[in-house]
């Protein structure tokens, strides 16, 4: 599904500072698997994934998504295969506060102009299956964090996506809401879909079927 081949990423701070996120990273993530990505803080493990899901560009390297190298593809062309085959939970939810529960989960279908009668059904659908089928209405600020965190999976789920792509997505959560969301992750991966989830907690991790580590932007561990 993913391949990713001799990545480097380096950030330009100020005039004088580079940041050497990645340092060579060569990993191939298979569609229908659920991965891990783990390691301490400032080990690459957010811009790991944000190379996986074309939402940033390596300094040097290759990297294929579907079996296609994508490397060099403009803007619109990434943002048009994010769009139809990705989903993203970041650590923050994102909402837009002038919408209601429902309406933020349809806005990938609005904005990529996608929209038909019947996503509004499944998007009832999604909200049901994180328990928020009595809360279509009410505004961000009208919901928890680890609601407002529900939502934003479920408007990852909206396009059902071939690939979610999840930033520590349990975080500042509760024990109640972070079993809900990766129950819908394992529930959506047993279909066949590929989940990657970045995250520090390692009990979480081992929900996943494989494990992949960084430490000081290099590949440590792939199990």
Known sequence: MISLENIHKTYRIGRERKVHALKGISETIHAGEFVAVVGPSGSGKSTFLAIAGLLERPTEGTVRFDGKDVTGLSDKERTRIRAEQCGFVFQFPSLIPTLNT???????????????????????????RVGLDDKLDNLPY???????RRV?????????PDVIFADEPTGAVDEY????????????????????????????????????QLEQGRLKISI
């Open 102 to 128: 429902l309406e933020n989960v349809l806005l990938p279908k609005t904005l990529c102009r996608t929209y038909k009668k019947s996503d509004e059904e499944w998007g009832r659908n999604l909200l049901a």
């Open 142 to 148: 009208q919901l928890s964090g680890g609601e407002q």
């Open 152 to 160: 934003a999976l479920a408007r990852a789920l909206i396009n059902k």
């Open 177 to 212: 809401n972070a079993i809900i969301i990766i129950e819908l992750f394992k529930e959506w991966n047993a279909q066949g879909r590929t989940v990657i989830m970045v995250t520090h907690d390692m009990k979480l991790a081992a929900e996943a079927g494989r494990i992949i």
